[in-house]
C-alpha cells in the first residue's frame, strides 16, 4: 500500500487549485481554524455532523486561470494538457 499522498484538484470556471504533500493534517475543523497557521485547508467535510472530517494544508499550491470569452482554444488545450501531466507525474502515472 502505498503512503504517498497523490494530489488534491479544485476545478472550476475560474481555474484550479492543486495542492500536493501534506504540511499539516487536520481532523477538526475548529482546531484548523484556530490554528491560525494554515494559509489554505483542502479536504473533505462529512455529510454526518458526528463524523470526522478530513483537512489538510499541502506542501504546495498550483493555480492556474479559468477559461473566459479572450481565451484562445489551442492555449487552453496546451495548458489542461499540462495540468493533466503534473497530476499524472505527481501520482507516477506513466504517459
Do not use: W
Not at 488534491?8 to 481555474?15: M, S, T, V
Amino acid at each position: 500500500m502505498s503512503t504517498t499522498q497523490p494530489p488534491f484538484a479544485l476545478c472550476g470556471p475560474c481555474g484550479t487549485l492543486v495542492g500536493s504533500g501534506v504540511q499539516t493534517r487536520y481532523c477538526n475543523v475548529q482546531a484548523a481554524l484556530r490554528s491560525g497557521s494554515a494559509p489554505i485547508l483542502l479536504g473533505a467535510l462529512p455529510f454526518d455532523m458526528g463524523a470526522p472530517v478530513a483537512l489538510l494544508v499541502p506542501n504546495t499550491l498550483a493555480h492556474a486561470g479559468g477559461i473566459s470569452a479572450e481565451s484562445d482554444p489551442d492555449d487552453e488545450v496546451d495548458e489542461t494538457t499540462t495540468k493533466f501531466a503534473t497530476i499524472f507525474n505527481a501520482l507516477g502515472v506513466d504517459q
